[in-house]
Structure formats: structure tokens, C-alpha cells
């Protein structure tokens, strides 16, 4: 098995906009290993959405390819994107995204209905990954009905539950205060120790400290890749 799980060359992802063409991401390499924690930074416009579209198969390149795993998804189509997504990435996002009217417990099995997993199997592995994150006791509360951290939480728990290849988070304190921010990063370095590779997209310094690489993005290019 390769050491790398994410590889990309001469990535490029450009769009129409009236009748101007806007390079979001210009010739773009990078390698990413198992296991490694890699924050994604960039200001607005610098491609780091764009990025993070590709990386997490929600959009296909201009040029270029992109393997994940040892699969060339770059080429996939969207009916094979929405599988690899299901199958190799667990997103963690900013807002949540968390069904309203479905308790934590469900919210973190829906991504196992999509695997065709049976009702017993996908309740036993939704309430190991709330457990996983601290949530035993909430289980049966809806989001209006816990905090922003707590709903954070489940978001992780939902990203976790069908043991993905990689945990995408995009902004995952944005909308939360510091002490749970603190919190929630803290969870997230636990996973990685644990060997969950993490990529994490974020334009605050003291949330990208938390990674152990840090890729700066300027114009759709690289400007510097460290080791933090």
C-alpha cells in the first residue's frame, strides 16, 4: 500500500464567469501521507475552497489528475465521485449540516443507509462514534437541543462512523466560541494520534497550529508547504 493517500499533478480547476475565465487553482502538486494532519490556508481566493472541492470529489478538475487512495478519482463520473465520497472521506463542515428533525443518533447513521448497511449494523456503529466522541449521553437529542459544540461533535461522530479514508474539515470552529473551538480541536488532534489522516481547511494561524503541515495557497498556487 502506498505511503501517500492523497496525490496530485497538474491539478487545475478553472471557470467561466460572464465571459472572463478565473484560474481557481493553477498546476497544482502535492502529496499527502497516511496519517499526516496537513492545515490547508489561504485568505478568500487564494483556491483553498477549490482545493477542497477536489480533494473531497465534490467537483472534477480542468486538467490535471488526482489519485486518493491509489484510485484516480479525476476521472471518475459523478455517480463514482458520490461513492468514493461515501466510501473513502468523512467531511466535517463549519455549519454543521445536520438534519434538524433527526436525533444525533441518526444523523450520524445516514451516511451507512447510502452503504446499504442493515438497521442493527448502522445503529451499533453510530453509537460507538458518539461514543468515540464524547456524546454518550446525548444520543437521543436533537441538534435545537444541544449545543454548538455538542453539534459539532456529532458532525465528527458522522465523519467518523464509516471509518474513511481521510476527514476533511472545512472551518470546523467557524461558527463556534474559543473555549469550544479549543474543544473541538482538541478532539481532532486525538484523532489523528489515533491515525485518522486529517486535512483541515481554516484561514486562522492558531487553528492551522494545530496541524503538523501547513500549505499556504496565494492566487491558486502554492506560496509555502512547512512543517509546522
Known amino acids: 500500500m502506498s505511503e501517500e493517500i492523497i496525490i496530485t499533478s497538474d491539478l487545475q480547476r478553472t471557470y467561466k464567469m460572464g465571459g472572463e475565465i478565473i484560474h481557481a487553482l493553477k498546476n497544482f502538486n502535492i502529496s499527502i501521507k497516511r496519517e499526516e494532519y496537513v492545515a490547508i490556508m489561504g485568505t478568500s481566493g487564494s483556491g483553498k475552497s477549490t482545493l477542497m472541492n477536489l480533494i473531497g470529489c465534490l467537483d472534477s478538475p480542468t486538467k490535471g489528475n488526482y489519485w486518493l487512495n491509489g484510485k484516480l478519482v479525476s476521472e471518475l463520473s459523478n455517480r463514482q ?26 444523523n450520524v447513521e445516514l451516511p451507512l443507509i447510502y452503504r446499504g448497511l442493515g438497521r442493527k449494523q448502522r445503529l451499533e456503529k453510530a453509537k460507538e462514534a458518539l461514543v468515540q466522541v464524547g456524546l454518550q449521553d446525548r444520543m437521543n437529542h436533537r441538534p435545537n437541543e444541544m449545543s454548538g459544540g455538542q ?50 481547511v481554516t484561514h486562522e494561524a492558531d487553528i492551522a497550529a494545530h496541524a503538523k503541515r501547513s500549505i499556504h495557497l496565494v492566487d491558486g498556487l502554492i506560496q509555502s508547504d512547512s512543517l509546522n
Open 151 to 200: 453539534r459539532q461533535r456529532v458532525a465528527v461522530a458522522r465523519a467518523l462512523v464509516t471509518k474513511p479514508s481521510i476527514i476533511l474539515a472545512d472551518e470546523p470552529t467557524g461558527n463556534l466560541d474559543s473555549k469550544t473551538s479549543d474543544e473541538i480541536m482538541s478532539l481532532l488532534d486525538t484523532l489523528n494520534k489515533e491515525g485518522h489522516t486529517i486535512i483541515l
Open 81 to 106: 465521485l458520490a461513492s468514493i465520497r461515501n466510501e473513502e472521506i468523512g467531511f466535517i463542515f463549519q455549519t454543521f449540516n445536520l438534519l434538524p428533525r433527526m436525533d444525533a443518533l441518526h
